[in-house]
Structures are given as C-alpha cells and as structure tokens.
C-alpha cells in the first residue's frame, strides 16, 4: 500500500496534544509522538524502572500500551482527530526481551475500510536493530 504522496490529516503535535489531554495514561507511561505520516507513525516511550518486570526487561503491559497508542496514531494520520476511534483487538508476540531502554513503535496500516483499520507495529528497544515484538490489531471508526 503505498502512502507517499497523501498528506496526513494529524499532525504529531495535534496528537500528543490529544493523548496529553484525553489519555492520561499516555504521560503516565511517559508516550511521545515522533512522526505521524499518511498511513505510519513513530512513537517513542521512555525507559522507566516502574515499568519493569523480574529480569529487567520492560513488561508486557508498557509494551502493549505504546502499541496501541501507535495504531491510534496511525488511524488518525488517515482520518483526522476522531477521538472515538477505539481498538477493537490487539494481538501482541514478544520476540525477545527488551533492555532497560526506551521502547520505539513504528507503525502502519495494512487496510483501511469505511468502519476498520487494521494496522501492525513493530517494536524496538533504542539501539538494537532486531524488533522486540511484533503487533496487529483492529480500531473501529464511528460512522461520520
């Protein structure tokens, strides 16, 4: 699917201002929007030992929530600020442990229909090229 040419219709500023102001658990797991392009979006959580788990590694309920929080990202780059956008599944495979670093989702969409979105993000511990985990998941879009 290719994006190239189509401008998004969210800025990164505009998102983190809505996360900021309608998802307070973004700022409690200290989420920050990169990049939000037509259909891709980077973001970026910052390492923070109460989000840890035995052994060190950053657990699977941080990891999971900065994937969720980059399919929003993605879907709203493609439709604009429609804050009842809700994920409808999320499908998480941990490929292997993350250090104590920050944690950076990139994500994409694969299609997008009139009520669906379905898109995937790869994880990635700051420094390391091989991703963490690989994510899928679906968003329902209110009728406009």
């Known amino acids: 699917m290719m994006h190239g040419d189509t401008a998004a219709r969210m800025t990164p500023q505009a998102f983190q201002a809505l996360i900021d102001e309608a998802l307070p658990l973004c700022a409690l797991f200290g989420i920050r929007c990169e990049h939000i392009g037509y259909g891709r979006a ?8 109460a989000q840890t788990r035995p052994g060190g590694t950053v657990a699977g309920p941080a990891q999971m929530a900065i994937a969720d929080a980059t399919l929003y990202a993605v879907v709203l780059g493609m ?13 998480i495979n941990f490929l292997r442990k993350p250090p104590a670093a920050d944690i950076i989702a990139e994500g994409r969409i694969l299609k997008l229909g009139q009520r669906l979105a379905v898109g995937e993000v790869l994880l990635y511990s700051d420094g390391v090229a091989e991703p963490v985990a690989h994510v899928s998941g679906t968003y329902s879009i209110p009728p406009r």
């Open 79 to 91: 439709i604009g600020p429609v804050e009842l956008a809700v994920t409808t599944s999320l499908n």
């Open 42 to 49: 980077r973001l970026r959580m910052r390492f923070d030992p």
